[in-house]
């Protein structure tokens, strides 16, 4: 039994030794930073497997459509006109043999006419050709735009926006729907230019 209690504390003398070992071993401070702790990897989730959504886009919203102005209103001239204009007078400007009544219709255009409000802010000039239908009775019964052409200043890179224009073309017809002709037989057309100038 002797043997054995020897035996038995040598064993567990052993299995101390190792604990204290252990325990000494794992205690030990060092002066050296502590390791890098790398964190693990997480887990890539892949999506679920879907079937593909088709994309819709919504149709192209249509262009806008430019602004609508009402056709001129015959108002009464600030300056009368001082003679009844002959008929013939775009032909005439053509073959460049006017009459000297034909300068009545620019002076009454330049008596009568307002340069717009919209067309100066954008500082637009250039000149527009108005056709007028002329009735038997000398009276301009109808006008349409047949032609804008802008002009930018000198010194200035800008574009005349296209509203400005419009307001120049109204105002063209404005006037020249006051203009009287001598009477006729029969309607006819008349081709007009207006020239706006800034200058």
């Not at 002797?2 to 040598?10: D, M």
């Not at 502590?34 to 262009?63: D, E």
């Not at 037989?185 to 081709?191: A, C, H, N, S």
Request: a positive charge; aromatic letters at 6%.
């Amino acid at each position: 039994m002797r043997k054995r209690f020897i035996v038995v504390i040598g064993v567990a003398m052993m299995l101390a030794d190792h604990a204290a070992q252990a325990q000494n071993s794992f205690n030990q401070w060092t002066a050296a930073p502590p390791a890098p702790i790398t964190p693990l990897a997480k887990k890539q989730r892949s999506a679920p497997k879907t079937a593909p959504v088709p994309i819709i886009t919504p149709p192209p919203a249509p262009a806008a459509a430019p602004p609508v102005v009402a056709p001129p209103v015959a108002s009464t001239p600030v300056v009368k006109q001082s003679k009844l204009l002959k008929r013939g007078l775009t032909m005439r400007m053509r073959e460049n043999r006017p009459l000297s009544e034909d300068s009545v219709s620019m002076v009454f255009f330049a008596q009568n006419s307002e340069y717009p409000p919209v067309a100066i802010q954008a500082r637009a000039q250039g000149k527009v050709i108005i056709k007028l239908k002329i009735a038997p009775s000398g009276e301009v019964s109808s006008t349409s735009v047949v032609a804008m052409e802008p002009r930018s200043l000198p010194g200035w890179d800008n574009k005349v926006p296209a509203s400005a224009m419009q307001a120049l073309a109204s105002e063209a017809q404005r006037v020249f729907q006051m203009l009287r002709f001598e009477p006729a037989t029969k309607t006819t057309e008349e081709e007009l230019m207006a020239n706006f100038s800034l200058q």
